[in-house]
DNA sequence: AAAATCTTTCGACATTTCTAGAAATACCGT
DNA sequence: ACGGTATTTCTAGAAATGTCGAAAGATTTT
């Protein structure tokens, strides 16, 4: 999957905005079966504008699908992207510390 | 380590700053000789006013330490914090995928 | 204490991001 | 086609962030 900086950054952004953490966090634990829309702002009591906005930008870098079940509007997280984000913080932000442990 | 999301958020913003990111990743490399400003500085190629707001950002969430060696400021990244990062995703992010895989 | 080097602080501006109400759109069941 | 529920788009103000030149602050060397 091996990402590359420029996109590292742009995911690890997403992430740093605690209400899309949220978010993602709640469709994490959803696993397969996901969230509607409707189902993650009662979970986290936030304007549906608001909401809408920041599933958007969270469909833009990849981290969350939506597939539309007749009214309703399923979010599911992309586990691959997640990885991707943990793997490249691993090869590439704790890389150093082994190599240099040993000077 | 256990970051809470709020702090969580804090940390991945951080990262989230492309600039930021090739600082962390700069510093990560050096491992435990670390770098001095003026070495980032060399490096990433970008105005010293503006490298010196992003370090102190770096600071203030705790990813970069910075130590006086006479004239010079070394810059060190700050391991742990990394590794909190990575566990936090990987515990909060990740977790739900193989419960529900057998779904 | 002045010079030289390294780094930060200040100040100002531009840009982006966040938030949310109101209106519009999408889809279904009738 | 109408009514109802779900969700997005529009719009806009507020807040946060990013950028950088110029001046100021450290620290050592002379």
């Known amino acids: 999957m091996n990402l590359e900086a420029a996109n590292a950054a742009r995911l690890l952004a997403q992430l740093g905005n605690e209400t899309r953490l949220r978010i993602v966090r709640l469709l994490v634990r959803a696993g397969r079966s996901g969230m509607t829309v409707g189902e993650i702002q009662k979970e986290l009591d936030i304007p549906n504008s608001t909401l809408s906005h920041h599933l958007t ?3 833009h870098v990849g981290l969350v699908e939506q597939r539309r079940e007749s009214t309703v509007l399923r979010c599911l997280v992309d586990y691959d ?7 490249f913080l691993t090869r590439e932000c704790c890389a150093g510390e082994k190599e240099r442990k040993i000077l």
Not at 81 to 87: E, K, L, P, S
């Open 81 to 87: 992207r997640i990885n991707a984000i943990v793997d």
């Open 57 to 59: 930008s969270l469909r």
